[in-house]
């Protein structure tokens, strides 16, 4: 299977500290998508990193791509707890469909 | 519409029976997708249609499984003979178009999901 993995699968911090969640997938990739899911219904597009790049920032978001290890890492600074919610990697292979991980489960307390 | 709609948003069916799902994607997005997420998992990766190009079936299950896209725009996932294994949230996607290599990245747009639960 070339579901990615994703940890840890779940995550309880206090509001205003930093949440990282990582990445792993198994084959090359063209780019490497993050997604995040409020209780169980649609997923909505956070970032998308390619294949050639090693960092991208979106607002309080920062992720990192590793092809070399085949992993990504997701950071969220300053976490709220309306940043409560799952979170998703998603690769784009040359297979021309989106393989999503497993999730990482991110409980802020306030 | 604005975004993907999916219908119905909850079904409760009885094991045996067949259900249909419907997905409505975006106006104007070539490529639509089906995934499947079971209480708490990822999600799987069922077909993908693109445009007129033959659907990529290689998620779906097992034979029971079918989906068909007409005119381009709607498209229905039937699921035959239900088995309680088939409860989860069926999740519609769309794109404006496929993936295409490095220089693509289209983000694609999830509907809200379809809830199905066989007794």
């Known amino acids: 299977s070339q579901q990615g993995e994703e940890d840890p699968q779940a995550l309880s911090i206090q509001e205003g500290e930093n949440a990282t969640m990582n990445c792993s997938y198994k084959?090359?990739?063209?780019?490497l998508q993050w997604y995040r899911q409020n209780s169980g219904r649609g997923l909505v597009h956070l970032i998308l990193?390619?294949?050639?790049?090693r960092e991208k920032h979106s607002g309080r978001l920062r992720v990192t791509l590793d092809t070399s290890k085949k992993s990504s890492s997701l950071l969220i600074t300053a976490s709220r707890a309306a940043d409560t919610a799952s979170y998703f990697c998603?690769?784009?292979?040359?297979?021309?469909?989106?393989?999503f991980g497993t999730g990482t489960r991110l409980q802020v307390f306030p | 519409g604005a975004g993907v709609s999916q219908s119905p948003s909850n079904k409760v069916t009885e094991k045996g029976k067949d259900v249909e799902l419907r997905c409505d994607p975006i106006?104007?997005?070539?490529?639509l997708y089906w995934y499947r997420q079971s209480l708490g998992q990822g999600l799987e990766f069922l077909i993908y249609?693109?445009?007129?190009?033959?659907?990529?079936k290689s998620g779906l299950p097992s034979d029971r499984f079918s989906a068909e896209r007409t005119g381009g725009s709607v498209s229905t996932l039937t699921i035959q003979r239900t088995q309680q294994e088939d409860s989860a949230v069926y999740l519609c996607?769309?794109?404006?178009?496929?993936?295409?290599?490095?220089?693509?990245?289209?983000?694609?747009?999830f509907g809200e999901g379809s809830w199905l639960t066989v007794v």
């Open positions: 106006s104007g997005h070539t490529a």
């Open positions: 084959t090359s990739i063209n780019n």
């Open positions: 249609f693109q445009g007129n190009s033959a659907p990529d």
């Open positions: 998603a690769t784009e292979h040359n297979t021309d469909k989106l393989i």
């Open positions: 990193i390619r294949s050639n790049e």
């Open positions: 996607a769309s794109s404006l178009d496929g993936f295409t290599g490095p220089s693509s990245g289209n983000t694609i747009y």
